[in-house]
Each structure stands twice: as C-alpha cells, then as structure tokens.
C-alpha cells in the first residue's frame, strides 16, 4: 500500500483488446510524485522514439496525483498526457471535474492506453470491470449530447469524459469535454483519442483511498477550506471567476485583439465578468470538493442560436472575444459553446479562426477558399468556421491543422501574425510590453501557454516602476500610456513561475486556490504528509518541478527535428510591429531583448546557449540515464 | 488606518502608497467596488487585491 495512491496503474491496449493491471510503480512516486510527473516520466520511458501522434503505438495517459480526490479544497483535477498532435513534442493537458477522482476510487492512479480499437468504441470501467464497447451511436455526435446520453444509458453516478466530432476528425486543436463544460482543452489531446477510434470513457468508482492519518486529514482539511474562507479573495474573485480580470487586462494593454493586431479592446465592458453575472449566469458551477466555483454555468440566446452552457472563462472571452471581436458576452458564450460541442480548444480555436478573418481581410484568403465572406466581429462568419473546422470541410481542413501547420501551408507572410509557439497557438494575454509573460509562453515545454508561467503583475509592476504611473488609473476608463516593461531581471521570476504553476498538476489539485485566493504552501505541505505520511517540504516540490521541466525539454529535443533556440521564439508580428494603439501604443520586445532574455534563461537553467540541458544539469536532477543517452548520441553521431 | 473622509478609492491607494493600476479588485465591506467609488463613511474595511492571473 502506497498511502495517498490507489495503488494500480491500468494498461489498455486497444488493438489486442489487452488489459493489465499492474502495482503503481513507486519509483514514479518516489522521484516524479503524480500527475504532470508520472505523464512525463512515462513518456520519455514509454514512447517508442519518434513515433506519430497518430501512430497506434502514441500513449494516451490519464495520471492523478496523490491530492486527488480527497475531500480538500480543489483535489478534482485530471491530468491527461500524450505526444501532442499540436506539436510533435511533449503534451499535457488537464481538467476539472470528478473524473480523475472516481478513477482513483475505481482503484487507479494511472491508466496507459495504446494501440487503436477496431471500430469506434467507448472504454467503461466499473470498478474491477473493463470493456471495451462499441460507440458506433455516439460516434459523430456532439461532446454534450453524448455525455447526456451515457449518463442516461449508464447512470448519474458514472462520469464521462468525450470527444466531440472534432477529435474523431484529428483536429489538431480538439480537446476532452466533461462535466458539462469542463475540458482538458490544449494540445491537440481529444485527437489522439479519436487517433485510437475512442469517443468515450465512462467510469464508475467506490472504492477509497488509502491515507496515513485519516483523522489528521480530517482536521487539516476543515482547517484548510476555513482558512480559505477567510481569504479576501475568497469573496473578491469568486463571483466572477477567471473573468473578472477583463478589464484588468485591458487597462495594461494585454488584451488580445484582432488576431494579436493590438492589446486594448474598445468594448472590453461588454465581455467582462460583470456582463457574465448580468446576463448568462444561473448558477456557480464547482469541480470536486472546490470552495470556489469558478464555473459559471449559464444560458445565452443569439442570432445564431441559444445554449445552456458553462463560462465563458477569461481565456475563451480573450480568444474567441477580443480576438476575434465579438462585442457580446450572450455570442461569446455561444461561441463557447459550439467550441464545447464540437470538441476544439477554445483558445485555439479562437486563435485559429481570428488568423483566417485577418488572412480575409488582407485579401489572402477568399471568399472561393472560404467559401462565403467573413468578417471579425460577426458570430457566424465563426459559427460557420469552426463547424468547417470540425468537419474537416473546406477550408476547415487547412485551419484543422492549427495555425502553425495553415500557415507554412499558404506562405504569402501569414507565418508573420499566426500566433503560436512550438505549433500551440498563443492564449489570453498579449505580450508586446509582458517581456515576462513573453519568455514564459515561447518557452514553455508544451508550446505557448498561460498555464506554465503566469507573470503579467510582475510585468505590469516592472512597467509602473519604469515611469510616471500616477496617471495610470484602471476601473474602466480609458488608460493613459504605459511606460515600456523592464526587460531585466524578468528570467528568475518566470523560472519560479514555471516550476510553481505545474506544480499543482504534479499533486493532482487545482492551483488557482494558492494562485488567486493566497492559500499559503505550508498548508499543501501539512496536507501531504497527513496523506501520504511522508515530508515534503514545498522547496523539494518544486525540484521535482523542475527536473519535470527538463526531462520534457529532453523529449522534446528527442522527439521533434532540428528542436532546439530556434523553436523558442514568438511569431514575428510580437518583435516587429508595434502595438497599434491603447495603453501599449508604440512598444513591443525588440529581437535583440529576446535574444538576451533567452541567453540568460537558457545559462540559469544550466542549457547551452541552443537550449538544451547539459549533462550536468541532467545529472543534478537524477537523471543520469537521459543525460547518458543524450550524449552517448552526441558522441557516436560526432564519431 | 486613520484617513480623512470622504476620500476615493484611487486617493486611498495613492496615499498608501500603491498605484492603482496594481489593485485590480478592490472590495470595500466585502463588496467589489470601482476605483472611483468614494468612501464616506467612518469604519469601513477595504480589501485591495493584487493582479491575479486569468485561469
């Protein structure tokens, strides 16, 4: 018995119908700890060199951490890992909900899936029980309308989690959905699924999970949602959720809008939280045992249809929003809620389609590529995209391939303004005066995303420091002018970011109770020892965290050609075209400050100046069998 | 802390020494108010909340 694990990791293979249960390994608890960990781990050790993602042999990792599903705040995440479509390097993605947590009550901390099944079919575990059954009627259908239907077929008491028609169709930004509007939405995640013809896993569990001191964690745990409770943020973010940063976001000039064009969104007021609680929301709507319900589960009526939906979250207001210039709060949920349907990540999508409205507007795509005329702004020039999208029809199938993949595909300067990094489009927060948030997201292990390096407030702060900021007033007015961002000193600041955010997804919780409402990391160590009855002290956390980081770069360099600096750069529209207007009119991050900014991380994380680790650094982390196999092939290749 | 009322909110933080453009929330008795809301009352308790990220 492992305490704080249930103890089983579970092998699917799809094509021989094979499956295994097997002891959690304990050498992934003892140096990897759970979630964001074992997934990494398994997929260096696991994943035949350069296999496709779409190859049989691809892993499909469902890993939990050793905080999941107890009842503590928050403890409903689901880690997901796999060798992303997005990319071609190393992918995760996570949830909320209560999948994870009857997995570990079904008895499994982890489950590793491979092979393809032969027809279309859903995985349904019960406990011990483990079939494989045909999903020939859910195949095609939407993520909501199946859900409901598996949960009328087996019971409330299973929980789903699905791919839409998008992941069927290997859409490289499709997502997981479950819980009605959660998802496990980047890196192409729900792809590698349909990649294997799964459309479902449905599992039940009731079992428990083994912990050291039950009545510890009992006592810690009511202490924790108290002291939770008691935070300001507890009152002052809740009601609006992630959304209630619009307009802060805004105000410095990190909105996202037209396709990355500028930063400040006229009509940011109208999309904000506040327009959310006014118009769409019914009720909150939490993950498992979570004091504060970010999810604000609604109803949105528009020209192009009504819809019971969840969110929209910061991130989908920024990217299907401000992006692509709806005005509305009620389309944005819409949009939100085709998204879901259909199965794509709503920042890509919203990344996706806002570079197809800019390739229109400039003349490089036309209506006859389109197939009808477009515009920003217009709900169903993107009703009609993102449909195409799913379907692979029309154009739908050049930009089912993300805007990395679209615009090495029709050249003619579009490669300029396709916001990604790595092949993962870019999310909520635009970066030309967020030099921190700028080396965060172009230097990240999954592509460019939020969810590893969150360092807007440093930046803006850096930026205040930088000038006369007395004038500088949010509450939403018009801002005056932001000084430019500090450069210097941003690289220590967004390495701890990077090894605290993904921190979370290594226990297996949520970060946002420590992230926005300040719940103090003593707590998380406290809770770890009542559960597993081991120490761990919140600096050894983040070691693991770290060597995490550098194992993911080691698959990265293994697993996708000539990878290296030069796939750690933003899309030229960040270094070359000034923001336009709003309160970072005229700045942005000049090449040469990247350059330096990229020098100073790379030496400080102990990587050579092309960003790779070297055999030192490798070993300090314990891992003396990767440095051993990345450079015994640099010497027999120099040989 | 003793300040004279009736007073703004952005007035507050200036005198406190923070520049409100880092104060994205600010909750004056539990309630979220805007930077121009204007404090008049003797004992209030006002909570300023730092920049926190979007999800």
Not at chain 1, 392 to 410: H, N, P, Q, T, Y
């Amino acid at each position: 018995m492992i305490y704080g694990y249930a103890g089983t990791t579970l092998r699917i293979n799809l094509s021989s119908s094979e499956i295994k249960k097997e002891p959690l390994n304990k050498k992934w608890v003892d140096e990897f700890i759970g979630g964001r960990g074992f997934v990494s781990k398994i997929l260096y050790d696991e994943l035949p060199p350069n296999t496709h993602p779409f190859d049989e042999e691809n892993l499909f990792i469902i890993a939990m951490g050793p905080m999941s599903g107890h009842f503590l705040p928050a403890t409903g995440k689901t880690h997901f890992g796999t060798k992303s479509p997005a990319t071609g390097g190393y992918g995760d993605s996570n949830m909320g909900g209560h999948f994870g947590v009857t997995m570990k009550y079904a008895g499994y901390d982890v489950m590793i899936i491979d092979g393809k099944a032969k027809e279309p079919s859903y995985i349904y575990i019960e406990d011990d029980n483990i079939e494989i059954r045909s999903a020939n009627k859910y195949w095609g259908k939407g993520s909501f309308d199946v859900e409901k239907k598996m949960k009328e077929e087996l019971g409330e008491d299973f929980q789903i989690l699905t791919i839409g028609p998008a992941g069927e169709n290997l859409v490289k930004f499709s997502c997981i959905s479950h819980d009605f509007g959660r998802q496990a939405g980047r890196i192409g995640i729900g792809a590698v699924l349909g990649s294997k013809n799964i459309k479902a896993i449905a599992i039940k569990g009731t079992g428990s999970i083994p912990v050291f001191d039950p009545d510890g964690l009992l006592k810690k745990g009511k202490e924790t949602y108290y002291a939770i409770r008691q935070k300001p943020g507890f009152k002052g973010w809740t009601p609006q959720g992630t959304a209630g940063i619009t307009d802060w976001c805004n105000d410095v000039g990190a909105l996202p809008t037209k396709n990355f064009q500028t930063s400040y969104f006229e009509h940011a007021s109208k999309i904000n939280g506040k327009a959310i609680l006014e118009r769409i929301k019914i009720t909150d709507k939490g993950c498992f045992a979570c004091p504060i319900p970010c999810g604000k589960y609604g109803y949105t009526k528009t020209k192009a249809g009504s819809a019971y939906v969840e969110g929209p979250e910061f991130e989908t207001i920024a990217l299907l929003g401000s992006n692509c210039e709806l005005k509305d709060i009620e389309e944005i949920a819409y949009a939100n809620y085709i998204c879901d349907e259909l199965g794509v990540d709503t920042c890509s999508a919203g990344a996706v389609v806002s570079w197809a409205l800019e390739c229109y507007e400039k003349g490089i795509l036309t209506k006859e590529d389109i197939g009808k005329d477009v515009a920003f702004g217009d709900l169903d020039s993107m009703v009609y995209l993102l449909n195409q999208i799913a379907k692979r029809e029309g154009i739908g199938d050049l930009l089912a391939e993300g805007v990395r993949g679209a615009s090495e595909r029709i050249g003619k300067g579009t490669e300029k303004f396709a916001a990604h990094v790595k092949g993962l489009e870019w999310t909520g927060y635009e970066s030309r005066n967020a030099p921190g948030m700028m080396l965060g997201y172009i230097t990240a292990d999954i592509g460019a995303h939020h969810g590893r390096c969150w360092v807007l407030g440093n930046d803006v702060a850096g930026s205040a420091d930088a000038g006369n900021v007395h004038d500088l007033i949010t509450g939403g007015k018009q801002t005056s002018k932001l000084p430019k961002a500090k450069v210097e000193g941003v690289v220590p600041i967004v390495i701890s970011s990077q090894h605290t955010r993904p921190a979370f997804d290594i226990l297996g919780t949520c970060r946002l109770q420590y992230m926005e409402i300040g719940l103090e990391v003593s707590y998380y160590e406290e809770l770890y020892y009542v559960i597993t009855g081991k120490k761990l002290k919140w600096e050894d956390l983040l070691k693991v965290s770290e060597k995490v980081w550098n194992l993911n770069r080691c698959f990265n360099l293994r697993e996708i050609e000539g990878f290296g600096r030069k796939f750690d750069y933003p899309p030229a529209r960040f270094y070359e075209e000034p923001v336009p207007n709003g309160p970072n009119e005229g700045h942005l991050i000049k090449l040469e400050e990247i350059d330096v900014m990229l020098d100073q991380f790379y030496e400080a994380r102990g990587w050579d100046k092309n960003g790779i680790p070297k055999s030192e650094t490798l070993i300090g982390f314990g891992l003396e069998d990767v440095a051993e196999k990345m450079y015994r092939i640099s010497l027999e290749e120099s040989c | 802390m003793n300040i004279d009322y009736p007073i703004s909110i952005k007035n507050l933080l200036y005198k406190v020494g923070i520049t409100p453009i880092l104060a994205p929330m600010v909750l004056v008795d539990g309630e979220g108010r805007d930077k121009d809301f204007i404090i008049d009352k003797e004992e209030v308790e006002v909570t300023v909340i730092g920049p926190l990220a979007g999800g």
